[in-house]
């Protein structure tokens, strides 16, 4: 599965930030691991540093924030990310420095040479090329959007990109989600509770998720 948020500029595509778990896979940035970055050379990868990170499950939401803040800030002008899953305040908090998210399972043998082309073929594309959609607000915190479009056609834009930012912010009360069917990363957050909602049929071949947010 993969999210993107902004694009990163092609000089940043030499690297590769991966979070590891103990057995070399990624791992959930909830798991202590190992930040790797990886640098391309005559056709290979190879770890131009790493640094060892232990989440601290009482530390709440400001020491997850303390954590997000130094990973950034060791990846230096690396804005490629890849984790085994990466929602909420992590994926803000690396959307805000402009970083590419990816979440992948496995080892990165496996997957760096693929995030490096997709990467490189959206970044020769453009950022101008596809206007994602964005919340509308409709009332005091209620937002409105339609991501039929881009599940329809074929931009290459994912539900995740255009979603994931404004949730992770958590600012508002409610946000009504017209689609072609529901996102399955967005089932799974519902069926585990990290999204509180409902689903709705409009009858008219469309969807309507309504996600709760903060009241006000």
Not at 111 to 139: A, C, H, N
Request: hydrophobic fraction near 35%; proline fraction near 4%.
């Amino acid at each position: 599965m993969v999210s993107t948020c902004n694009k990163t500029n092609l000089q940043h595509l030499a690297s590769i930030a991966v979070y590891l778990g103990k057995h070399g896979e990624t791992a959930s940035l909830s798991d202590p691991g190992q930040l790797m970055v990886y640098g391309k050379s005559r056709g290979g990868w190879t770890v131009g540093r790493e640094k060892g990170f232990y989440p601290v499950a009482g530390a709440g939401m400001g020491g997850l924030r303390r954590m997000m803040r130094e990973m950034v800030e060791f990846m230096g002008e690396c804005r490629i990310f890849v984790g085994h899953t990466v929602t909420g305040i992590a994926y803000f908090e690396l959307e805000k420095a402009k970083c590419t998210v990816w979440e992948m399972q496995g080892k990165p043998d496996n997957f760096l040479d693929y995030v490096m082309e997709r990467e490189e073929k959206e970044s020769k594309l453009g950022k101008g090329t596809f206007m994602l959609p964005v919340p509308v607000e409709v009332g005091r915190g209620r937002y409105r959007i339609s991501i039929k479009e881009i599940q329809d056609g074929d931009s290459g834009v994912t539900s995740k990109q255009v979603l994931r930012p404004f949730l992770g912010r958590g600012e508002f009360c409610e946000l009504e989600i017209t689609c072609s069917h529901v996102p399955p990363w967005l089932e799974a957050e519902f069926a585990t509770g990290l999204l509180k909602g409902e689903v709705l049929s409009t009858g008219r071949g469309e969807i309507k998720l309504v996600i709760k947010g903060t009241p006000y």
